[in-house]
């Protein structure tokens, strides 16, 4: 058993941020905390440290009731988005912290020490300060005096939120690649989507405090359980249900507005009887796939995603005249704006 959380409850003042939570974390996962700015999720992590105590609920961790323990009973490893190094100190001196005040034998510190230092890959920087070091390598130092006192639990606050886009995909699959050889249970706080998706076992898609969906990344992104869980996660088109790209395709829908991926938009150069005319607004070029921004004639902006291949055999142009229809399409009782 991870970490179970049943019918936890944490407001701030009139701010219900936690709201009758109920999540079982399996041991030796890798879990996503999702959502927008104000969901949650950020309280819900520290929740689970004991750096906040819940007004109603429980927590369990490795199969005890950890709801009222101090944050040093708990056995967790936290790293913040910040670092939160001690500049005075060396790389080694940052790693040893925790043992050293744990009264840990010296050697077996050092010992400790040497080994995070080649399995964070910062072997040979062990000398060097904080400011000596780039922000991920500051954040690798962060992860490696977390995982020094060997804790049961691993708990990431937007660990790569402070870095640049190129180091913060490379430290993704560092992450992953470390857990799966420490399987240590680790839980991080993202508004991320594609870093979700990427580093996950599973995601919690969080809102309001409540827990709107928990699935594998292709459990969430494919079988969405609600509006809000559509919208958020992934890029979708939101259009009334009587827009024309729907008209006898077999998507007639009770509620007004209908969600489809860019992806499920085909687009020709030819009508086929089931298509509906659109116009080439605007083409995005993003490398591995093109966006086209496309205004059907009832108004309605519809942006598809096209691979490189589809595009260069439709040859498409801004203004040109296309048809298109929806391969795929869902409807839900209730849409959550974000």
């Known amino acids: 058993m991870g970490i179970v959380i049943e019918n936890v409850s944490k407001r701030f003042d009139e ?3 936690v709201d009758q939570v109920n999540l079982e974390i399996k041991t030796g996962s890798l879990v996503a905390l999702l959502g927008p700015s104000g969901s949650g999720k950020s309280t819900l992590l520290r929740l689970i440290a004991g750096l906040e105590v819940p007004d109603a609920g429980r927590i369990f961790l490795t199969g005890r009731d950890a709801t009222y323990e101090s944050v040093q009973e ?7 988005q910040h670092y939160a190094l001690f500049k005075h100190m060396t790389v080694r001196k940052n790693i040893a912290f925790g043992m050293d005040i744990r009264k840990m034998p010296r050697a077996k510190i050092q010992r400790r020490v040497e080994e995070l230092l080649e399995l ?9 300060y904080p400011s000596q070091l780039s922000g991920g390598q500051r954040q690798r130092v962060a992860l490696a005096r977390a995982l020094a006192v060997e804790p049961k639990v691993l708990l990431l606050d937007e660990p790569f939120g402070a870095l640049d886009a190129k180091v913060r995909k490379d430290l993704r699959a560092w992450l992953r690649r470390l857990h799966d050889e420490v399987h240590v249970t680790t839980v991080f706080v993202t508004h991320d989507q594609e870093e979700a998706m990427e580093v996950s076992d599973e995601i919690v898609v969080m809102n309001e405090g409540k827990v709107e969906q928990v699935g594998s990344p292709a459990e969430i992104y494919d079988n969405p359980a609600t509006a809000f869980v559509m919208s958020f996660i992934g890029p979708v088109n939101v259009l009334p249900s009587s827009s024309h790209i729907f008209q006898g395709n077999g998507f007639d829908s009770p509620h007004p507005e209908v969600f489809l991926r860019p992806h499920d938009v085909m687009v020709d150069v030819q009508p086929n009887g089931t298509t509906v005319p659109a116009r080439v607004n605007r083409l995005i070029h993003l490398g591995w796939e093109i966006q086209a921004e496309l205004v059907l004639d009832d108004g309605q902006v519809v942006t598809a995603h096209l691979s490189r291949d589809r595009f260069d055999q439709l040859k498409l142009r801004p203004q040109q005249r296309v048809y298109v ?6 409807a839900f ?3 959550y704006s974000i």
């Open 74 to 80: 708990r056995n967790i490893g936290f790293v913040f």
């Open 120 to 128: 964070v890959q910062l072997g040979g920087l062990g000398d060097r």
């Open 333 to 335: 009782p209730l849409y």
């Open 325 to 330: 229809k929806p391969k795929d399409a869902r």
């Open 15 to 17: 701010f219900q941020a």
